[in-house]
């Protein structure tokens, strides 16, 4: 197995995290869509300003994974806003967890998993949870194997296409 490093990304690495969001989100989702609306999508909701700017809002944090000096995956950890079910909980979003299609399998997940535990660890959290396409059985699947469970569902837009996205949690 090669080394992963993960480290804390800086606005500097703005550029970086969007490009690498762009191409994560198609890699995984394109095979499933229209490219109608994968267009819409990456072209309105998802473009590389948006994501640059999500960089520097202080309620974001991103680390990157890195293989032999080439990035490999990215995590965005959220600290705010809570479905209904969490108000009032101590809780971390793993807002986003990606990696390059040639890297899955590779490690990149759970180095990027594990630093997400680590830091609503530090943060004094007590919930990690996420939001996950309901037909994404390889990430929900991922997800399983770390102990998440799901505790409801939300709308999510991807172009005109409206999807159900499973929320999952896990007490830490």
């Not at 394109?30 to 809002?57: C, G, H, I, P």
């Not at 309901?134 to 469970?149: G, L, M, P, S, V």
Request: aromatic fraction near 12%.
């Amino acid at each position: 197995m090669p080394e992963i490093i993960i480290r804390v990304a800086t606005d500097d690495d703005a550029e970086l995290i969007a490009n690498l969001s762009r191409k994560t989100f198609y890699e995984t989702f394109a095979a499933d869509n229209t490219r109608e609306n994968m267009d819409k999508f990456m072209s309105e909701q998802f473009t590389k300003q948006k994501l640059m700017d999500e960089v520097a809002q202080p309620w974001h944090i991103f680390f990157l994974a890195f293989i032999d000096q080439e990035p490999v995956g990215y995590v965005k950890l959220r600290d705010g806003a809570v479905p209904s079910q969490l108000v009032n909980q101590s809780c971390l979003e793993i807002a986003r967890i990606y990696s390059i299609q040639h890297t899955i399998g590779k490690g990149v997940g759970r180095n990027l998993m594990q630093r997400c535990h680590i830091i609503a660890k530090e943060k004094g959290k007590n919930i990690l949870w996420l939001a996950v396409w309901e037909k994404n059985q390889r990430a929900i699947d991922f997800y399983a194997r770390w102990n998440f469970e799901k505790f409801g569902d939300q709308e999510f837009v991807l172009g005109n296409d409206v999807q159900k996205d499973w929320l999952m949690m896990k007490y830490l």
